[in-house]
């Protein structure tokens, strides 16, 4: 559905991306060569256990991980931001190939490998992020209503100046206030008589531009809540916040790492709701990282199935749901409690995942499969097609170079 | 000391009766009290050998205090948790000596967060084997057999005893808080969120295990969880909670085949499995729980529910919540002058304030429900004086089937109801 809407044009495609951190034991591959694409305004679930890398994958794309510990050992993020096609604005026409997006050579960057501060314009303004615990992310010592104002302040300067009726070749302190890059004396001088009447309009700009953001987010009485403090406001509504400020200025790319584990599932199905509803009204192409399979069906267009590092299952979200073809998503699936599972009779994955230091080249869910043989013991298998839409990385479905090949069949452990 | 009303039956293990646990709200220099905060308001239900009670709800509606009232963790503020020691009900808290070691050895709890609960400190050896030995269950000679036996029951083995908490993933360390409570043969567990922070292939192992256990020991488990999927396959009898009160309770699949009450419905609309069609509507709760320092009266699920009734307890509350969320009124409010929960006069600042809110709370702004009870609605200069239908608590009723819910409206105008 999204590819005869958007012409399937990528935002973002990762190639080969690998992470790995060193540790006492030796080097960790958490990411250890994953590939995928994320369209316009589709959402691609990623799931997998807990330190299978799938958060690793997701901060990678803003490169807030660790270095060191971490190494980059290799890949891109290539990123292209949306810039709509002036013919068609964004349907898809002849000029961009149904593509909606504007014509011309290819403008997309390496995320890993821009100077930082070229990644400091993208962060928080074409790519943002939600994170798992509200409580953590948002700055406990700040009145919500300024953290969403930083981004603003980042990012949208010019658009802040305009809007408090200033000329737009304003300079100096007042600028420098409205973009939050404060030089030594600048608070002298904003005291003058000229300069404060001036900061009082950007104030007041920039706080009708929080309080539209945080309306965005359905709340009610934004410009109250924008004077609490984090610690004042329900999980719900903290989560609420973080999504207005990662909302602020309609990224093209949303990463959203776990972003209701922390909740109620009633209050989680409300934030769901409000991803998906801001989403399609904005076009938002979002990343939605989750453990929680039932969860994943229910948002992502495309879903990915990580595995130790690696991507085992790749595809449209029904083909992934109706016909998994791995057995690690065979196994996730049936480890969930259905209503007509007996009692005592749940499908558990045996064992534990895999330290990731030097994995040998077999396959990684070698130890907890079930239906593990030769072939899958001495080679490493790799995504290939079934359907020109659904990837997987197992023996059972392609052809093994050596050995005897797996097969649903026969369980042999 | 048994009182005549209380349940005899020889496969009852516990009867909580009218448990309420407040906790004191102290400010100012002095400490003075308050308020109190109501976590557990008046919850009864028993629990028999062998089975397994799910106990559900939101975060902040009681079930872990209450879980740890019954583990004899905290001392209930009201009512009281019964045991049946050798056919005679007693109060656990009123026990001594030999008899509160008995009740403390055959009710046993794991906790939610083994990083927490296991000391980082001790060996496995330690964490398993301390209860054997404050019982004199084992001698040193025999404790390490003991131990092992114990680990081999719960999937882990001899390799494991002289390790560290911090050694074992998540899952593991979980294994060794079933094993710690398994060592004296209890008769009951409570369980307190003991899978959540699993994955859940990994939930999946220990929910085989529990089961596997129970089976074998005849073990009652109260199983306190905010997952319905892993509530439905666990229990056998299910207890929800909101606010501190139980809104609904009976058979595990009568509840999931045809819940009496809407939160109940509203907790399972809000997660569907992953065999429910995929195109089904989800759609969670709109607003806040309550503050449990001051619940609302009537149906404390009133202020959420889209099924009120007028009778369902509207009160003053319900106004000052809903000008709380109005952008630009409640700067405007200057004083509620309180009659009784259901009688006020708010002041205002201004007239203007005052003639907004009575058109308000006339309008589509405030549910129907509410402004069907409406009693009296008078706009005076600056006040608005406002009276509502005086309800009284609304109780559980007993429904077919040893059901209970706590809704005036009946199960099928609760099943026919449709979202609009």
Same mark, same amino acid.
């Given at each position: ?413 | ?60 509606? $009681? ?8 583990? %004899? =963790? !905290?001392?209930?503020? *009201?009512?009281? @948790? ?88 998540? $899952? ?8 710690? %409570? =398994? !060592?004296?043969?209890? *008769?009951?567990? @409570? ?230």
């Amino acid at each position: 559905m999204l590819d005869a809407k958007h012409g399937g044009a990528t935002v973002a495609s990762v190639r080969d991306l690998k992470v790995h951190f060193q540790s006492k034991r030796g080097v960790v591959h958490a990411v250890d060569g994953v590939s995928f694409d994320i369209r316009d305004g589709e959402t691609l679930g990623l799931v997998g256990e807990t330190g299978c890398g799938k958060s690793v994958t997701g901060r990678s794309f803003l490169r807030l991980l660790p270095v060191p510990p971490g190494i980059l050992a290799g890949g891109s993020v290539m990123f292209s931001a949306h810039e709509v096609c002036t013919g068609c604005e964004g349907t898809g026409c002849e000029t961009c190939e149904g593509t909606g997006r504007k014509a011309g050579q290819d403008r997309s960057v390496n995320l890993l490998g821009i100077p930082s501060e070229d990644m400091r314009r993208i962060r928080g303004d074409r790519i943002a992020m939600i994170f798992q615990d509200p409580g953590k992310a948002l700055n406990p010592t700040l009145p919500v209503g300024a953290q969403i104002a930083e981004v603003f302040l980042q990012h949208r300067t010019d658009e802040l100046i305009a809007l408090a009726g200033l000329p737009a070749d304003t300079v100096g302190a007042v600028r420098r206030f409205a973009s939050q890059s404060p030089r030594l004396g600048d608070g002298w001088l904003l005291s003058l008589p000229g300069a404060r009447a001036q900061r009082r309009r950007v104030e007041e700009a920039l706080a009708t531009m929080v309080a539209g953001a945080l309306a965005e987010t359905q709340v009610p009485n934004p410009a109250k809540l924008m004077a609490r403090y984090p610690h004042e406001l329900s999980g719900g509504m903290r989560q609420r916040v973080m999504i207005a400020q990662a909302l602020a200025c309609n990224p093209d790319l949303l990463i959203a790492d776990e972003p209701t584990t922390a909740l109620d599932v009633t209050v989680e199905a409300r934030i769901l709701e409000l991803i998906r509803n801001l989403q399609q009204r904005r076009k938002t192409s979002v990343l939605y990282i989750s453990h929680d399979l039932s969860l994943v069906r229910r948002i992502s267009d495309r879903v990915a199935v990580m595995y130790a590092g690696r991507i085992v299952e790749i595809g449209t979200t029904t083909e992934v749901f109706a016909n998994p073809r791995h057995p690690y998503t065979r196994g996730l699936m049936a480890a969930v409690p259905g209503a007509d599972t007996p009692r005592g009779r749940l499908a558990a994955i045996r064992g534990t995942v895999p330290e990731l230091v030097d994995p040998p080249a077999a396959c990684r869910f070698c130890g907890r499969c079930p239906y593990e043989t030769s072939a899958c013991r001495n080679n490493d298998p790799f995504l290939e097609a079934i359907t020109p839409s659904h990837l997987v990385a197992c023996f059972i479905d392609h052809p093994a170079p050596s050995g005897e090949r797996p097969n649903y069949g026969r369980v042999t452990a | 000391m048994r009182a005549a009303a209380e349940p005899q039956a020889d496969d009852l293990i516990l009867s909580i009766r009218e448990v309420k646990k407040h906790y004191p709200i102290r400010e100012g220099a002095l400490q003075r009290v308050v308020g109190h905060v109501r976590a557990v308001d008046g919850v009864s239900f028993d629990i028999r050998r062998g089975e397994t009670v799910g106990l559900v709800g939101e975060s902040g509606c $009681g079930k872990t205090t209450l879980g740890r009232v019954i583990a %004899a =963790l !905290a001392d209930p503020t *009201e009512g009281g @948790v019964h045991y049946n020691m050798d056919g005679m009900m007693s109060r656990i808290d009123r026990l001594e000596g030999k008899a509160a070691r008995a009740f403390r050895r055959n009710c046993q709890m794991v906790f939610q967060d083994s990083f927490a609960s296991l000391n980082p400190r001790h060996l496995v050896i330690d964490l398993v084997g301390r209860p054997l030995k404050v019982y004199n269950e084992a001698t040193s000679a025999n404790l390490i057999e003991r131990v092992v036996e114990l680990l081999e029951q719960v999937g882990l083995g001899r390799q494991h005893l002289y390790r560290y908490p911090h050694q074992f993933s998540g $899952g593991q360390r979980q294994r060794i808080s079933i094993a710690r %409570a =398994l !060592a004296l043969n209890p *008769e009951v567990i @409570v369980l307190d969120e003991p899978t959540s922070a699993l994955d859940v292939s990994v939930q999946a192992q220990i929910l085989n295990l529990l089961n596997d256990l129970q089976k074998e020991r005849n073990l009652a488990y109260l199983f306190v969880t905010h997952d319905l999927s892993v509530v439905r396959h666990m229990a056998d009898r299910l207890v929800v909670m909101y606010l501190g009160k139980v809104a609904e309770a009976g058979e595990t699949q009568a509840i999931f085949d045809s819940p009496h009450h809407p939160y109940t419905r509203e907790l399972m609309a809000a997660k569907p499995d992953l065999e429910a069609d995929a195109n089904v509507e989800v759609r969670g709760l709109e607003g806040n729980v309550p503050d449990p320092a001051r619940p609302p009266r009537g149906c404390r699920f009133h202020t959420r529910c889209e099924l009120a009734t007028p009778a369902c307890g509207w009160e003053v509350d319900d106004v000052v919540r809903w000008l709380e969320d109005a952008p630009g009124m409640f700067e405007h409010l200057v004083g509620v002058e309180r009659q009784t929960d259901f009688a006020a006069r708010l002041a205002f600042d201004s007239e203007e304030a005052a003639g907004l809110l009575s058109m308000a709370v006339r309008s589509e702004q405030v549910p129907e429900a509410m402004r069907a009870a409406m009693r009296r609605l008078n706009l005076d200069g600056d006040k608005v004086e406002i009276e509502f239908e005086d309800v009284g608590e609304i109780g559980l009723t007993a429904r077919d089937d040893g059901r209970m819910a706590a809704c005036v409206l009946s199960p099928e105008e609760v099943a026919s109801w449709k979202r609009t």
